[in-house]
């Protein structure tokens, strides 16, 4: 289950047939990004686009109403993970943290990435990131563990945090299995993140987790439990799924959840405020395929999740993918960017009479 590592052409996108609710508008962002993932919107409008199967890292640009897309680094090993934070642009590797300072300022000729952390293991199953940087001010990394079910070493299945530059590295979480996606609950600061259930237990066992960290050091069950309550066949002897943090909601079997972004801006209705988008890209060795959509994902006043609702459909079309969302980012002006690595492509959604859509 393999796509290919080339943008689709412009006029072969899916955009027509995807489905959204009522009063959401979708249109092409931008495309031409090889394996497009990873998506970050700096503070003058620019939109960094990272990459997993190509050595890319993307820079889309508005000028005028028209938007350009700049290779804005090469020659990167995975690099999917993208973070901003005060003008400087961080990018995960498989191995390492690199950053770009004032990057915006240096689009036309930009600098060669600063390594900041190389204390990540090689492995490659689940070895690509996705980082992002917290209310703490403080850069949070994953390590998935290093194969589809193995018992991991104390440097895998989990998510670190560290300062800025590298230094002051603690453990977050433990039992994670793989998380490509996460983000911080605007209301209460916790940290919630998507993370991928082994395979090969069953079709339908176990589903795919949305995470809460409520205090430094928690173990989310990986390899020893799944889903909660699902002991798992091979290392759950002897331990029990009540050792281990429950997740606050189940996301589907073999969904591949990924992206996840809390909304906090105004142009979609208010009930969509602090509602979480996340993009599943999809099974891939599942019979009947799930997942491929982005749903929105609404919170109990416990945190824990209250509904799932479809919010893009249309990229599954008799069991066969025309698209495959990886991330979701909320713009300054409310809309919401998703990216589709199987087309190379970054779309826009808008809420509302289309009064400024050349924007």
């Known amino acids: 289950m393999s796509m290919p590592p080339i943008a689709a052409a412009a006029d072969r996108l899916p955009t027509a047939k995807l489905k959204l ?3 959401f508008n979708i249109e092409v962002y ?21 990459s997993r199967l ?39 590797e498989l191995s ?26 090689k492995d490659e199953a689940h070895g690509w990131k996705f980082i992002g940087i917290g209310p703490d001010n403080k850069l949070y990394v994953p390590i998935g563990q290093p194969g589809n079910n193995v018992l991991p070493s104390d440097k895998h299945a989990q998510i670190r945090r560290m300062n800025l530059d590298g230094s002051g590295v603690e453990v977050v979480a433990l039992g994670v299995r793989n998380t490509v996606g996460f983000d911080w609950n605007p209301v209460n600061k916790q940290l919630y993140f998507t993370d991928n259930g082994r395979d090969w237990a069953s079709e339908d066992i176990p589903e795919d987790e949305l995470n809460r960290v409520t205090k430094t050091g928690e173990h989310f069950g990986a390899p020893f439990c799944h889903q909660g309550n699902f002991s798992d066949p091979e290392f759950g002897w002897g331990r029990s799924c009540k050792e281990f943090t429950a997740p606050v909601g189940l996301m589907g079997p073999h969904t591949a959840v990924l992206g996840m972004r809390f909304y906090t801006g105004d142009m979609f209705p208010k009930t969509y405020k602090n509602t979480i988008f996340v993009a599943r890209h999809g099974s891939w060795n599942k019979s009947k395929k799930e997942g491929g959509d982005v749903i929105a994902v609404r919170l109990s ?9 479809p919010f893009i459909t249309g990229f599954l079309e008799e069991n066969k993918y025309i698209g495959r969302p990886v991330d979701v980012q909320q713009m300054k002006d409310g809309s919401l960017l998703v990216s589709d690595d199987w087309n190379g492509a970054v779309y826009r959604i808008t809420y509302g009479k289309q009064k400024t859509a050349a924007k």
């Open 54 to 92: 190509v050595d890319k890292v993307y820079a889309i640009t508005s000028k005028d109403g028209k938007r350009s897309v700049k290779v804005l680094a090469s020659g990167l090993y995975r690099p999917n993970g993208l973070a901003f934070h005060k003008g400087t642009l961080y990018i995960a």
């Open 96 to 121: 390492k943290i690199s950053k770009i300072e004032n990057v915006e300022d240096k689009l036309d000729n930009p600098p060669k990435p600063t390594m900041i952390y190389d204390d990540l293991p």
């Open 21 to 23: 609710p009522p009063g």
């Open 301 to 309: 006043k416990d945190g824990t999740v209250k509904s799932i609702e």
């Open 30 to 50: 931008a495309s031409g990004m090889a394996n497009a993932r990873s998506l970050r919107e700096g503070d003058k409008g620019t939109v960094f686009v990272g």
